[in-house]
């Protein structure tokens, strides 16, 4: 369904056009330009808040940088749709998401305007620096670098790695800090604290406005009066906030803070900035959600809210009949209560994730123990490592693609040392609408190859219980991966009673003839559909679920291959090196021979798109399962893989 675009903004079609546009306009381009993220939104879905939130920066930074030749870096890139929606991408706006569609993220291949792909947090001003050190030595003296990052984003290491080397680089850029308190869930810790001090500082904004609109009215020339407010500003800070010198100790020129939805001061202030040469930074306040009242309100739910009535606000929800399966998500965080009100040693931490992860029913329960320390995935993965050397038995709950940030301390503080963290990664195997950034796709790889590491993923809800009782019981003594997927799962009566899985243990669910499927987590699901669609056909597969990828079930393998010589293994995670790459090992260490079809996800990146619609895309969904047993079951050629 297309959206007609205001007046003034349905002649947008580039950040050229724009620039067409009166200064005195562009509050109206900005009215518009919300209204339409609100239009299409509430219809089609996506991100929400977050780009309300930017709306007057979107149209500030188009209009005063020379786009694409000056390189905008959107950090995260949940706020970047305004910038999409002017960048020549207004009439496909609304195919965001969706499968075939525009990413919800800037995506170079999509856009010359996307100057760097995006999705995890904290690396734009990494990228513009790179962007502005290359732009130096080539000679593009004119050529303009700007990251714009959310307070939230600061808090990782990356960020300030990227700005201690940025005050000594000697390279032209602009870091636009974009502050609104909050990145998914409220933002945490001291620098939340420290922004909040220099934003709040009544006295020190007052003069610094008052000795800015004074020098303006001097008949001195420019470069005095530059100098002089330079100078003056750095005295006041160190006078009336002695801490708000922390940008400026790493040399980078600090202005600020501004209202970020003042769209005239916004372009005046970055016209000026433009001219200004080296490493500089601007402090802008703004309100996540800002032009629709319920996301001001609560900018967590609003955050991606789903599909919405923008006029009454009811974000609508599917209804049922019968009950429904609980999101995994949601298991784990109601479970660790549980567990924790038995253990007192337990803890769970969380990157800047507590909605995500539901860590949040804890904190809310037992705030004490259940931390969320921003967004530092390293930082987490650590702290989680000095807890349990202590004793405490602490639960690491971290997106499966967000693991990636902190491999680095999974093998150095965590397995070499034998510490028994649990990692709990949500958001295992493909996600669906976030794409690529997102997709939970390598860690079966990447955690079965460290030494010490207990790999396991839960086919339904009561083995994502089981799995979180047996990681804490005192006997397991080593790292212990539990993955689970994005979404619900298969059980309405989900609060079974705990037991203990012995480890390294699967299971038989079905004795079969002819092939046998090895499924790896909740992908079992879609092989117990296919089997039951083969039934009717006459064909009886065997099915097993492994329940671990390391240490594997060496027992019930050897009954698998000594009685059966076709093969198939599906799961949700990569096929290079995930677990049809172990199964395949198992077979050359101990000479079997078989026709093994692994399923899974190809060596490829895959887009966005529905789950379901990935699920068939990559060739693991039930029918795809089934499509495979035919295949091997009745084809004269096989596939070995």
């Known amino acids: 369904m297309q959206i007609e675009p205001g007046a003034l903004l349905k ?12 200064k005195e306009q562009l509050h109206q381009v900005c009215q518009e330009l919300r209204q339409y993220i609100i239009d299409v939104v509430s219809i089609h879905g996506g991100h929400f808040a977050a780009s309300l939130g930017v709306v007057e920066l979107s149209v500030a930074l188009h209009y005063v940088y020379n786009t694409p030749y000056d390189q905008l870096v959107w950090d995260v890139g949940h706020q970047a749709y305004g910038h999409k929606i002017l960048t020549g991408r207004r009439d496909n706006f609304h195919t965001n998401r969706k499968y075939g569609g525009l990413s919800g993220f800037p995506k170079r291949s999509e856009s010359i305007y996307d ?31 700007v990251a714009i990052i959310g307070d939230g984003s600061m808090t990782a290491g990356m960020a300030f790695e990227a700005m201690n080397h940025a005050g000594v680089a000697d390279a032209d850029m602009l870091v636009i800090l974009n ?66 010198n922390l940008f400026e100790s790493m040399k980078m020129r600090y202005f600020g803070p501004i209202d970020g939805h003042n769209i005239t001061k916004l372009v005046d202030t970055l016209k000026d900035l433009r001219e200004i040469p080296g490493p500089k930074l601007l402090h802008i306040i703004t309100t996540k959600g800002k032009g629709y009242a319920l996301a001001e309100k609560d900018q967590t739910k609003w955050h991606a809210p789903g599909l919405f009535d923008k006029v009454t606000g009811e974000i609508f929800k599917k209804t049922y009949d019968t009950p429904q399966p609980p999101k995994y998500q949601d298991v784990f965080g109601r479970t660790m209560i549980e567990l924790a009100k038995e253990n007192p040693k337990i803890f769970g931490i969380t990157p800047a994730m507590p909605s995500g992860s539901s860590l949040k029913f804890m904190m809310d329960e037992m705030p004490g123990r259940a931390i969320d320390v921003g967004i530092c995935e390293q930082h987490a993965v650590t702290l989680s490592a000095g807890m349990a050397t202590q004793g405490m038995k602490v639960f690491c709950n971290i997106y499966s693609s967000f693991m990636q940030r902190a491999y680095d301390q999974v093998v150095h503080d965590v397995a070499i040392q034998k510490l028994p963290v649990v990692f709990c990664l949500d958001r295992g195997g493909l996600v669906g609408d976030d794409g690529p950034t997102h997709h939970g796709v390598y860690d079966i790889a990447y955690m079965r190859c460290i030494p010490n590491m207990i790999v396991s993923a839960p086919m339904n809800e009561a083995e994502l219980r089981d799995l979180m009782y047996t ?5 397991t003594e080593l790292p212990f991966v539990i993955r689970y ?17 012995a480890i390294g243990k699967g299971r038989k669910l079905k004795d079969g003839k002819d092939v046998a499927i090895l499924s790896f987590g909740h992908p079992g699901n879609f092989a117990a559909a296919a089997i039951r669609n083969l039934k009717s056909e006459g064909i009886d597969p065997a099915h097993y679920d492994l329940r671990f990828a390391k240490p594997l079930d060496e027992e019930m393998l050897h009954e698998v291959f000594q009685r059966y010589s076709k093969v198939i293994t599906v799961e949700d995670g990569t096929v290079v090196g995930g677990v049809g790459s172990a199964i395949l090992e198992f077979m050359a260490a101990h000479h079997y021979k078989a026709e093994v079809k692994i399923l899974g996800i190809p060596d490829r990146i895959v887009e966005h798109g529905s789950q379901k619609e990935l699920h068939k895309e990559c060739g693991y969904d039930a029918e795809a399962i089934a499509k495979a047993v035919r295949e091997m079951v009745g084809a004269a050629v096989t596939i070995l893989q």
């Open 115 to 145: 100057t760097f792909g995006v999705g995890h947090s904290s690396t734009s001003i990494s990228a513009a620096l790179g962007m502005a050190i290359a732009a130096k030595y080539n000679g593009e003296e004119d050529k303009k670098s």
């Open 485 to 501: 997927p994005r979404g619900e799962g298969v059980m309405p009566e989900w609060k079974t009673e705990m037991k203990a899985i």
């Open 179 to 244: 502050d609104n308190n909050m990145s998914i869930d409220p933002n945490v810790g001291a620098l939340k604290e420290y922004l909040t001090d220099i934003a709040t500082s009544h006295t020190y904004n007052k003069l610094k406005d008052d000795i800015w609109k004074t020098l303006g009215k001097l008949p001195l020339g420019a470069n005095f009066s530059r100098e002089m407010a330079s100078k003056l500003e750095h005295s006041i800070k160190g006078f009336i906030n002695k801490r708000s």
């Open 471 to 475: 990681s804490q019981l005192p006997s």
């Open 11 to 22: 002649k947008i079609d580039s950040p050229d056009d724009l620039k067409k546009i009166e």
